[in-house]
Protein backbone atom coordinates (compact mmCIF):
# COMPACT_ATOMS: atom_id res chain seq x y z
CA UNK A 1 0.00 0.00 0.00
CA UNK A 2 2.94 2.94 0.80
CA UNK A 3 4.47 1.41 -2.51
CA UNK A 4 1.28 2.40 -4.71
CA UNK A 5 0.54 5.69 -2.60
CA UNK A 6 4.75 6.57 -3.51
CA UNK A 7 4.24 5.66 -6.81
CA UNK A 8 0.87 7.68 -7.25
CA UNK A 9 2.77 10.44 -5.73
CA UNK A 10 5.72 10.61 -8.05
CA UNK A 11 3.65 9.58 -10.96
CA UNK A 12 1.53 13.09 -9.77
CA UNK A 13 4.61 14.96 -9.24
CA UNK A 14 5.89 14.15 -12.46
CA UNK A 15 2.72 15.43 -14.25
CA UNK A 16 2.39 18.61 -12.61
CA UNK A 17 6.32 19.40 -13.12
CA UNK A 18 5.66 18.53 -16.80
CA UNK A 19 2.44 20.61 -17.40
CA UNK A 20 4.55 23.40 -15.33
CA UNK A 21 2.73 23.73 -12.03
CA UNK A 22 4.63 25.23 -9.71
CA UNK A 23 5.38 29.01 -8.86
CA UNK A 24 4.70 31.66 -11.26
CA UNK A 25 6.91 34.51 -11.88
CA UNK A 26 5.12 36.71 -9.03
CA UNK A 27 3.48 39.17 -11.26
CA UNK A 28 0.79 37.02 -13.11
CA UNK A 29 3.31 35.78 -15.50
CA UNK A 30 4.19 32.33 -15.57
CA UNK A 31 8.24 31.71 -14.39
CA UNK A 32 10.59 31.05 -17.24
CA UNK A 33 11.67 27.34 -17.06
CA UNK A 34 15.29 27.11 -15.54
CA UNK A 35 17.64 25.83 -18.01
CA UNK A 36 20.88 26.28 -16.64
CA UNK A 37 21.77 22.80 -18.33
CA UNK A 38 20.23 23.73 -21.32
CA UNK A 39 22.64 24.38 -24.67
CA UNK A 40 22.46 26.73 -27.45
CA UNK A 41 24.51 26.20 -30.46
CA UNK A 42 26.60 29.13 -31.22
CA UNK A 43 25.58 31.32 -34.85
CA UNK A 44 27.73 31.42 -37.52
CA UNK A 45 30.56 33.98 -38.10
CA UNK A 46 28.95 37.08 -39.20
CA UNK A 47 31.31 39.93 -40.88
CA UNK A 48 30.62 43.72 -40.27
CA UNK A 49 33.36 46.22 -41.35
CA UNK A 50 36.97 44.48 -40.30
CA UNK A 51 35.16 42.43 -37.09
CA UNK A 52 33.67 39.21 -37.41
CA UNK A 53 30.82 38.51 -35.10
CA UNK A 54 29.67 35.14 -33.43
CA UNK A 55 27.27 35.14 -31.10
CA UNK A 56 28.14 32.24 -28.14
CA UNK A 57 24.74 32.08 -26.46
CA UNK A 58 21.88 34.09 -25.45
CA UNK A 59 19.60 34.20 -22.42
CA UNK A 60 17.06 36.31 -20.88
CA UNK A 61 15.09 36.58 -17.88
CA UNK A 62 17.27 37.19 -15.52
CA UNK A 63 16.30 38.68 -12.31
CA UNK A 64 19.94 39.86 -11.27
CA UNK A 65 23.77 40.22 -12.27
CA UNK A 66 26.60 39.53 -9.59
CA UNK A 67 30.13 40.86 -10.20
CA UNK A 68 33.35 40.60 -8.15
CA UNK A 69 31.97 43.88 -6.32
CA UNK A 70 28.47 44.49 -6.73
CA UNK A 71 24.52 43.42 -8.02
CA UNK A 72 22.23 44.46 -8.99
CA UNK A 73 18.42 44.15 -10.06
CA UNK A 74 17.14 45.23 -13.45
CA UNK A 75 13.53 47.86 -14.48
CA UNK A 76 12.47 45.02 -15.95
CA UNK A 77 14.32 41.44 -16.98
CA UNK A 78 18.17 40.78 -17.64
CA UNK A 79 19.39 39.46 -21.08
CA UNK A 80 23.33 38.13 -21.30
CA UNK A 81 25.09 37.43 -24.41
CA UNK A 82 28.23 36.22 -25.12
CA UNK A 83 29.80 37.70 -27.95
CA UNK A 84 33.15 36.33 -30.02
CA UNK A 85 34.76 39.22 -31.93
CA UNK A 86 37.46 38.10 -34.22
CA UNK A 87 39.63 40.76 -35.97
CA UNK A 88 41.17 38.83 -38.81
CA UNK A 89 42.69 41.78 -40.23
CA UNK A 90 46.56 42.44 -39.85
CA UNK A 91 45.92 45.94 -38.44
CA UNK A 92 44.08 46.49 -35.03
CA UNK A 93 40.60 47.17 -34.89
CA UNK A 94 37.96 48.65 -32.60
CA UNK A 95 34.89 46.68 -30.91
CA UNK A 96 32.52 49.04 -29.20
CA UNK A 97 29.84 48.00 -27.04
CA UNK A 98 27.06 50.22 -27.12
CA UNK A 99 27.23 49.43 -31.17
CA UNK A 100 25.92 45.76 -30.03
CA UNK A 101 21.67 46.27 -29.81
CA UNK A 102 19.26 43.32 -28.89
CA UNK A 103 16.93 42.70 -31.25
CA UNK A 104 12.81 42.40 -30.44
CA UNK A 105 13.43 45.28 -27.53
CA UNK A 106 10.44 47.86 -28.30
CA UNK A 107 10.79 51.69 -27.63
CA UNK A 108 14.82 51.23 -26.68
CA UNK A 109 17.97 51.63 -28.88
CA UNK A 110 18.40 48.06 -27.10
CA UNK A 111 22.03 49.25 -25.74
CA UNK A 112 24.02 47.26 -23.22
CA UNK A 113 23.02 48.62 -19.31
CA UNK A 114 26.08 50.62 -18.26
CA UNK A 115 25.41 49.57 -14.99
CA UNK A 116 24.89 45.63 -15.24
CA UNK A 117 28.41 45.96 -18.11
CA UNK A 118 30.46 47.48 -14.97
CA UNK A 119 29.17 45.15 -12.21
CA UNK A 120 30.40 42.32 -14.86
CA UNK A 121 33.58 44.65 -15.70
CA UNK A 122 32.89 44.83 -19.60
CA UNK A 123 35.03 47.57 -21.38
CA UNK A 124 32.99 49.97 -23.33
CA UNK A 125 35.62 49.60 -26.05
CA UNK A 126 38.39 47.28 -26.37
CA UNK A 127 41.11 47.59 -29.87
CA UNK A 128 41.55 43.72 -30.59
CA UNK A 129 44.90 43.10 -32.40
CA UNK A 130 45.45 41.81 -35.92
CA UNK A 131 44.81 38.61 -36.40
CA UNK A 132 43.70 38.36 -33.21
CA UNK A 133 40.32 37.44 -31.19
CA UNK A 134 38.04 38.68 -28.41
CA UNK A 135 35.16 36.92 -26.02
CA UNK A 136 32.98 39.64 -24.50
CA UNK A 137 29.79 39.40 -22.25
CA UNK A 138 26.87 41.63 -23.27
CA UNK A 139 24.11 42.76 -20.74
CA UNK A 140 20.64 43.91 -21.45
CA UNK A 141 17.70 45.49 -19.46
CA UNK A 142 14.50 45.07 -21.55
CA UNK A 143 10.74 45.07 -20.55
CA UNK A 144 9.29 42.01 -19.12
CA UNK A 145 7.44 42.20 -22.62
CA UNK A 146 10.19 42.25 -24.73
CA UNK A 147 10.17 39.52 -27.78
CA UNK A 148 14.32 39.31 -27.86
CA UNK A 149 14.95 38.10 -31.40
CA UNK A 150 18.57 38.18 -30.80
CA UNK A 151 21.78 40.49 -31.46
CA UNK A 152 22.46 43.40 -34.36
CA UNK A 153 26.00 43.51 -34.26
CA UNK A 154 28.61 46.79 -35.87
CA UNK A 155 32.00 46.27 -36.49
CA UNK A 156 34.45 49.45 -37.42
CA UNK A 157 34.12 51.83 -39.81
CA UNK A 158 37.73 52.04 -40.56
CA UNK A 159 39.25 52.53 -43.72
CA UNK A 160 39.54 48.76 -45.65
CA UNK A 161 43.20 49.08 -46.92
CA UNK A 162 46.64 50.94 -45.97
CA UNK A 163 46.16 52.74 -50.03
CA UNK A 164 42.28 52.61 -49.60
CA UNK A 165 40.64 55.39 -47.91
CA UNK A 166 36.62 54.41 -47.94
CA UNK A 167 35.66 52.35 -45.09
CA UNK A 168 35.55 48.17 -45.20
CA UNK A 169 32.27 46.69 -46.35
CA UNK A 170 29.53 47.19 -43.60
CA UNK A 171 25.96 47.20 -42.77
CA UNK A 172 24.44 50.61 -42.09
CA UNK A 173 21.87 49.09 -39.70
CA UNK A 174 24.53 46.27 -38.51
CA UNK A 175 23.88 42.27 -38.81
CA UNK A 176 21.12 40.68 -37.56
CA UNK A 177 22.20 37.28 -35.62
CA UNK A 178 18.98 35.88 -35.09
CA UNK A 179 18.65 33.46 -31.91
CA UNK A 180 15.93 32.60 -29.66
CA UNK A 181 17.08 33.60 -26.08
CA UNK A 182 17.24 30.81 -23.43
CA UNK A 183 15.09 31.76 -20.69
CA UNK A 184 16.60 31.90 -17.10
CA UNK A 185 18.87 30.84 -15.22
Not at 70 to 81: L, T
Not at 113 to 124: E, G, I, L, S
Not at 141 to 148: I, N, Q
Request: charged share 20%.
Amino acid sequence: MARNRVRALTVGAALCAAAGCGGGGGDGEPAPTPSATATQAPSRPYKDGHLTFTLLFLRCGLNAVAGSHSEGQPEGRFCWARLRVDNQDPVFHTYVAKSQRLAGVPGRPGQPDTFAMAVRRQHDSVEIGGHDLIEVELWYDVPRDAKVSGLRVSGDRDPAGYMNTSPAPYAPGGVLIAMKPLMGW
